[in-house]
């Protein structure tokens, strides 16, 4: 009865392994904000890495993240690698992929670190103690998954919150930019030296060619007659 439920709790936490690595806000290739320019991006080897060295690798960026933010895990994982070797891989492969997210984060914006960190460890949290629930039915846990959802729904929350502040800021930029190239189409087209006489007049001395005689005028007639005709337009 004890291996029994032993493994059941080996199975619940396979689960709550493959669930601890949330859908960060960036990728790590995301170009959505001007701060991915100061970013140094490794450069790709021209040999492929082999498959051990990857593996190395993850193992060791999975272990960091679980030494520095969720210690809780660090006991499982040891537990897991002997049990199950391929899901252990499985749960490393998702905590090396958070911790590369998360370290793209911190470099970009501090809030953004935060916000992602605090998703992960709610998540993480909350599917342990779903995990500990598979195997026994205690009040006490489900008092702490309460807790642990309330702090999760709080961390989503906030990433969404963050989101929105993000594209006010875009919203508040490409405003300000749209009305600057208002300002300067305003200013093309009120500007003698922009029209097409001036411009032809201008490419044809450069080319040390006098215009010809009546040429520019009847161009310029033209432009008259057309403004005149929507101006009277307008007023009708």
Do not use: W
């Not at 029994?4 to 949330?22: D, E, I, N, W």
């Not at 060295?53 to 210690?71: G, N, Y």
């Not at 958070?98 to 949290?125: I, M």
């Not at 103690?129 to 846990?141: E, G, H, T, Y």
């Amino acid at each position: 009865m004890a291996k029994s439920a032993q493994k059941t709790f080996r199975s619940g936490l396979v689960c709550c392994m493959l669930l601890v690595a949330p859908t960060l806000l960036y990728g790590e290739n995301s170009e959505s904000d001007s701060n991915t320019k100061n970013v140094v991006k490794p450069q790709k080897s021209s040999q492929p890495m082999k498959s051990h060295e990857l593996a190395t690798e993850s193992d060791q960026l999975a272990l960091q993240l679980t030494r520095e933010h969720l210690p809780q895990l660090t006991p499982l994982l040891k537990q897991l690698k002997i049990d199950q070797p391929r899901q252990y891989e499985r749960a490393i492969l998702d905590l090396a992929r958070s911790a590369r997210k998360l370290s793209v984060a911190q470099k970009r914006d501090k809030q953004l670190y935060q916000v992602e960190l605090e998703l992960l460890k709610a998540d993480t949290e909350a599917n342990l103690i779903a995990a500990k629930l598979k195997v026994r039915d205690k009040p006490q846990d489900r008092d702490k998954l309460r807790n642990a959802v309330i702090r999760l729904h709080t961390a989503k929350k906030h990433k969404m919150q963050y989101e929105v502040d993000l594209f006010r800021k875009r919203l508040a930029r490409d405003q300000a930019l749209l009305a600057t190239a208002e300002q300067n189409l305003t200013a093309f087209e009120d500007d003698s030296n922009n029209t097409v006489d001036a411009f032809y007049l201008k490419l044809l001395r450069k080319a040390d060619r006098k215009p010809s005689a009546g040429k520019t005028q009847k161009t310029t007639d033209l432009k008259t007659k057309r403004q005149k005709t929507n101006t009277s337009s307008s007023e009708q």
